[in-house]
Antibody, heavy 114, light 113 residues
Framework: EVQLVESGGGLVQPGGSLRLSCAAS????????MNWVRQAPGKGLEWVSY????????YYADSVKGRFTISRDNAKNSLYLQMNSLRDEDTAVYYC???????WGQGTLVTVSS | DVVMTQSPLSLPVTLGQPASISCRSS???????????LNWFQQRPGQSPRRLIY???NRDSGVPDRFSGSGSGTDFTLKISRVEAEDVGVYYC??????????FGQGTKVEIK
């Protein structure tokens, strides 16, 4: 069974940093690209970042470019999102999703507030 | 970026009655390989999104056959033939053709009258 479990969310002050993790199981993680998607409270879904299976190709939404860094460790079956210079508008539930969009994690809440 | 526009944004439906959600894209979603990468997702209250339909009209495993997707080019539709209580939630269309900027519709909230 495919499972994606996010962790690392929490309360952080504006300008602060946070690192999210997504632990994958039930499939060959190193064979699939991965995405981060976020959802602000009461709002819709926004794609945040993409990383290819080998980490050779990475993309970001303009809203996070230069502040967020996606990475992965295929040996640990894990996906990461390093978030720096956080802003109020980054407050959201962050989901990891596998290539193809069939599998999503349960999400982890990031709250940016003073 | 490709803009995905859904209508209506709110859809009250009587149990057992049909429901239809429209999704329009600002550019054609036909990819160079001939496929159209248009997905539909259901998000029940408090849950993660669940993919229902991929490539316009293909139902995912376990999705009831009362859900169907159709359309082409820039106009797409998700239909529920007979709404059940478990169908309450928000439905999103998403385009995967014009990557690396995957975009979602605003969402349509389905509720029971």
């Amino acid at each position: 069974e495919v499972q994606l479990v996010e962790s690392g969310g929490g309360l952080v002050q504006p300008g602060g940093s946070l690192r999210l993790s997504c632990a994958a199981s039930g499939f060959t993680f190193s064979s699939y690209s991965m995405n981060w998607v976020r959802q602000a409270p009461g709002k819709g879904l926004e794609w945040v970042s993409y990383i290819s299976s080998s980490s050779s190709t990475i993309y970001y939404a303009d809203s996070v470019k230069g502040r967020f860094t996606i990475s992965r460790d295929n040996a640990k079956n894990s996906l990461y999102l390093q978030m720096n210079s956080l802003r109020d508008e980054d407050t959201a539930v962050y989901y990891c999703a596998r290539e193809g969009w069939e599998y999503w994690g349960q999400g982890t809440l990031v709250t940016v507030s003073s | 970026d490709v803009v995905m526009t859904q209508s209506p944004l709110s859809l009250p439906v009587t149990l057992g009655q049909p429901a239809s959600i429209s999704c329009r894209s600002s550019q054609s979603l036909v990819y160079s390989d001939g496929n159209t990468y248009l997905n539909w997702f259901q998000q029940r209250p408090g849950q993660s999104p669940r993919r229902l339909i991929y490539k316009v009209s293909n139902r995912d495993s376990g999705v009831p056959d009362r859900f169907s997707g159709s359309g082409s080019g820039t106009d797409f539709t998700l239909k529920i033939s007979r709404v059940e209580a478990e169908d309450v939630g928000v439905y999103y269309c998403m385009q995967g053709t014009h990557w690396p900027s995957w975009t979602f519709g605003q969402g349509t909230k389905v509720e029971i009258k």
